[in-house]
């Protein structure tokens, strides 16, 4: 009878997580982490490509497009994922360096083309550039970078 009753103690206990787990808005199951992080990829990707969009027709960068990009990438966040955790924040804080360091990538393609696109993507050369690129605006592309970064931070808590 000992090993009976362990058994069905251990399913009933196993039943009990699996119902804490479903039921918790605290916990995102490995699937729910699969659609925050690809949602945030495909909102960091868009914002990018609206920063380059517009950068491109005006040769003005606007970093007001950062600001509403850490807006987006936190109200995705939010949406997809019940809670946020510390481990939501890492993947909005690295969608939001990928929207800043995609943009030069973004503006190279409209100038040769879109339909090169998917060949500088996987090009580790343009990361390079773009990582160059980024690294020499002038005070005022710093300030937005921060300023973005700090309203993520607001709004994830």
Known sequence: MGLKEDMQKRKERREAMQYFRSNNDAFLSPAQYAIVIVSILVISLVCGFIQA???????????IV???????????????????????????????ALSIIA???????????????PALIIEPQM????????????????????????????LLK
């Open 127 to 154: 990361w390079v550039y773009a990582l160059n690129a980024i690294l020499r605006p002038d005070i005022f592309g710093w300030i937005f970078y921060i300023l973005g970064a700090a309203e993520l931070t607001a």
């Open 103 to 117: 943009t030069p990538i973004f503006i190279f393609a409209i100038a040769v083309g879109l339909q090169y696109l």
């Open 53 to 63: 969009a517009i950068t491109s027709g005006t040769t003005v960068r606007f970093g």
């Open 66 to 96: 950062y600001l509403l990009s850490a807006f987006l990438i936190a109200k995705v966040a939010k949406k997809t994922s019940s809670f946020v955790n510390p481990k939501v924040r890492v993947i909005c804080y690295i969608g939001y």
